[in-house]
């Protein structure tokens, strides 16, 4: 009998997680995917890792914290007597399951996310996404890159929407700061208008 060969596992193998979420999350999700035109499997995992390396992120996230974890260099104690609380129940029809592949990297540093959350890891994304997207500086950082590029009517009313959710209940900004972070975008976008403008000089030209 020949030699059985054990079948070697890719370095770069991506593991999928399946987090349901709101239907609202998943439409915001989506713009942000039409906008930069980017697959929405990877807006999913940019914005999840975005999330993972920001401490306002994580600072939110820790007070749902049962367990001890250390997430970027900071030390978070865990309160064991929290109830571990689990998804909301909400109608099937209010929610959906979104497919989102992840370095094996990012997956253990999810896993270890899940465990200070006493959830499931897919529960662990589900929170991280919509915290993440929570964060204006998260998201503005994410379609900051794409800012520069020129943008449709189309594109521009998603980007709007895209701002709209962010604005809905956010638990890290003021009233204030949002509504000035919103203004900033949209004047950006009106001023965009023609599309042989560049945003870049439609920003430059606004702090002028």
Not at 63 to 72: D, L
Not at 181 to 205: E, G, P, W, Y
């Amino acid at each position: 009998m020949g030699e059985v060969r054990e079948r070697k596992v890719r370095s770069d193998k991506r593991i999928s997680i399946k987090p349901t979420i709101d239907l609202e999350l998943y439409e915001c999700i989506s713009r942000i995917h039409y906008i930069t035109t980017t697959p929405l499997k990877d807006v999913g995992e940019l914005i999840c890792k975005k999330g993972l390396y920001s401490k306002k992120v994580m600072d939110h996230l820790s007070k749902y914290f049962r367990k001890n974890i250390t997430c970027n260099g900071i030390a978070y104690i865990g309160d064991p007597t929290l109830m571990s609380e689990r998804s909301r129940k909400r109608k099937a029809s209010d929610t959906t399951r979104i497919d989102i592949r992840f370095t094996q990297k990012v997956a253990e540093q999810i896993k270890d996310l899940a465990y200070a959350l006493d959830r499931t890891p897919s529960t662990a994304v589900a929170m991280l996404l919509e915290a993440s997207i929570k964060n204006t500086d998260v998201v503005e950082e994410y379609i900051g890159s794409f800012v520069e590029e020129v943008l449709d009517k189309n594109r521009k009313k998603q980007l709007k929407e895209v701002l709209h959710y962010i604005n809905h209940d956010n638990p890290y900004k003021s009233d204030d700061e949002i509504l000035t972070f919103s203004q900033l975008i949209s004047h950006i976008l009106d001023d965009a208008i023609d599309k042989t403008v560049n945003a870049r000089i439609a920003i430059s030209d606004w702090l002028d």
